[in-house]
């Protein structure tokens, strides 16, 4: 089949020879139509691990979405023609995570969606039905936004809360969108590219704060706003991350939830923190959150189109992991067979 391979650091081609994966009994087969790219397939393609360690070769993508083409023999709730989307990360079910109700920490987790290619093979139970209205390449968001609504649970943001969202790109712009839904009252992008003000204003951003131009901490007092009672960091830089905590007001919830790289530190100002009494968190991937991605993303409460900054073919895939183009602009995404 064709897809884009990962086959060492830095070595990503677009091969038409590549085995399809096996149709196990539990497994559903899919045509892949939409794969979004993910930071953490720049992560890889640099040679670093994703959320799963990798082993080459392997073709990237993981935000797939499609049509059924064929089922397992186990497989009762599936059937050819559904259109569906996966989750791409599988959990074992016996260890001790997935015992204690953690399965996204499961010790034998591994990914089984490897979206940059004509078929995937999931699980069944990794596999989620779409409703007929939702277009598929909107349905591609659906795992970045699982991983948007893990992060909200963790958030824990309360009603008239004043949150601030750090980097502004696809990530940070779902987050700003869900806070709205949420019911905070102020939202505060703290973002670089002033090109991006407009879209934050119009996905319900009520401050747009350059940290190059102003005093971020001074505007945010000047504005009026008592406390910064929430942060979510979407960028996973040391510096962003370090602002992230000085941003946050006192009992705040900070949720780090931009990717590192492994070997990078940020400096932590315990005695700050201390005087804040801050909550500090991480956010891992999407535990049994796609079911109601795709509820969200069904009811039309998020705006998609704005966050899509283009669909490409797998050739030209293979160049935008290099140059970062588009992805500095937002979602792109891998048209591998077009919705009819
Ligand atoms: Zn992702
Ligand atoms: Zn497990």
Redesign the pocket.
């Known amino acids: 089949m064709k897809a884009l391979v990962l086959y060492g650091k830095k070595d990503v081609r677009v091969t038409t020879d590549f085995p399809e994966p096996p149709l196990g009994p539990d497994s559903v087969k899919i045509a892949v139509s939409y794969c ?1 790219l ?1 930071g ?1 397939d720049l992560h890889k393609y640099e040679g670093q691990s994703g959320s799963h360690p990798v082993t080459y070769p392997v073709p990237l993508g ?2 797939a979405s499609g049509i059924v083409t064929e089922v397992g023999e186990n497989v009762r709730d599936f059937q050819p023609g559904d259109r569906v989307t996966a989750n791409p990360n599988w959990y074992c079910k016996s260890c001790y995570f997935c015992k204690n109700g953690q399965n996204h920490l499961c010790l034998h987790g591994r990914g089984v969606v490897k979206g940059f290619a004509e078929y995937i093979c999931p699980p069944q139970e990794n596999v989620h039905k779409l409703p007929d209205h939702l277009p598929l390449k909107y349905a591609a968001l659906a ?2 936004l699982s ?1 948007c609504i893990h992060g909200m649970d963790l958030l824990d943001l309360k009603m008239g809360q004043t949150v601030a969202v750090i980097g502004f790109g696809s990530i940070g712009a779902i987050f700003v969108q869900l806070c709205k839904l949420a019911g905070a009252s102020n939202i505060i992008v703290i973002e670089t590219q002033e090109s991006k003000k407009e879209l934050a204003a119009s996905l319900g951003a009520t401050l747009f704060l350059n940290p190059a131009r102003t005093d971020v901490s001074e505007e945010i007092r000047a504005a009026g706003i008592p406390n910064v009672d929430r942060v979510i960091e979407c960028v996973g830089l040391s510096a962003t991350m370090e602002s992230a905590l000085e941003i946050a007001g006192r009992g705040a919830v900070v949720v780090l939830f931009g990717l590192g790289a492994p070997d990078s530190s940020f400096a932590f100002r315990q005695y700050d923190a201390f005087q804040k009494e801050l909550v500090v968190k991480t956010s891992y991937i999407n535990p049994d959150c796609t079911e109601r991605a795709v509820a969200l993303l069904a009811s039309g409460g998020i705006e998609l189109k704005p966050l899509i900054s283009g669909v490409l073919t797998l050739e030209e895939m293979a160049e935008e992991l290099v140059t970062r183009e588009l992805f500095k602009k937002g979602k792109v995404l891998a048209e591998i067979a077009k919705e009819a």
Do not use: N
């Open positions: 979004g993910c953490t993981h935000e795992e970045p991983c």
